[in-house]
């Protein structure tokens, strides 16, 4: 397809992230939103390779079609956010409504792409993945029912909690205290996850990833309601620091026993978790939560240095001031940690000075081992055969 010079431009700051020009381009007139260049792909194609959510969800809000394929190769954007591993994109994708069954000319789906090379996090994310419309279904009462099994007032806040990819118990608690519709309603979200727990196994595809998350989830919903003192006080019981370090035992435990209530024992993902878990003492590496987080977003996934001390949730930028070590999402986040950190702010000030030492101190060495390499190499080179001629 042959381009103007402002789909040119427009394509070209996508795909070097220029948010401003981006903005302005949108604004013209003869931009068509899905143009496409040489090889078929569209702008969102472009912002989904390079991972860039943030670029997915503007233009898609202007009107971007999230399952265009005119690409050579029939790739489509949710393909593109596969190769690129990016769950963020991929997630802004699925609920604009990507097909996650479209195929590329060689017939492999988005998740098959990811698995290719090896993105492994984002194809289980793909893989467990409601679409909106099959929960609807659930909004119409069937057969005998009087009453449908998911009050469609409550369709869409449901919806959004099967999104969550991050397995940290404290993220599902804080986002019930932001839904409290979730936890009014909670028998009716408890039996809808268990329902989708229990036909994820029995499906002829058995999902076992997909039954796991869904009966973590229902496990944490009742896990607060039965809290005498409501969500934030159980919030604050999973965040308790231990004694000497701040590490989690109650979370640890809690996790613990959220996947030993799994009520299918013989499925696989069970076992491998359980083998995993049991050996490991109360507080020691790995924790419970980077081996649930392993077995349901693969092996990438558990890196949680960029995560947030509160919630788990990637990329957190703001740090504890005092201490520099702690990582936040937001003043918020840290709100609900400070009860806690402030008995360990000081142990882990020491171990970020420890830490920034050590950095030096191999810094130095390396550096110091440049300089002989280089000084080695003036000395070959004077003492090379035909440098003395
Ligand atoms: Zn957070
Ligand atoms: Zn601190």
Redo the contacts with the bound molecule.
Sequence with gaps: MDLNENEKSLIQAVSKGDEGIVRQLLCESNVSIDCCDETGMTPLMHAAYKGNANFCDLLIKNGANVNCNNHEYQYTPLMFAALAGSVETAKVLLEAGASTKATNKVNRTASQLGAFVGQHHVVSFINSFVPFEELEYFTKPHGLETEPKLPPLMARIFHKLLLNSNMNPCRIVIFLMDNKDLVDNWEIAVSMLELLCERSMKAQETNEIMSMRMHYFSYIIKAVVKHEDGPMAFLKHLLKGSEPNGVQIRMEQFIRQAIRSFPYHESTLFVQLVRNIAPVKLGDDPSSLSVLTTGINGHQSADFSDCCYTCGEKRANMK?S?????KYCDQRCQKFHWFT?KKF?KY??EEFLREQKLQEAEENISQSANTCISEANISGETSDPKSEQ
């Design positions: 504890c005092a201490c520099k070590k702690v950190h702010c882990f000030a």
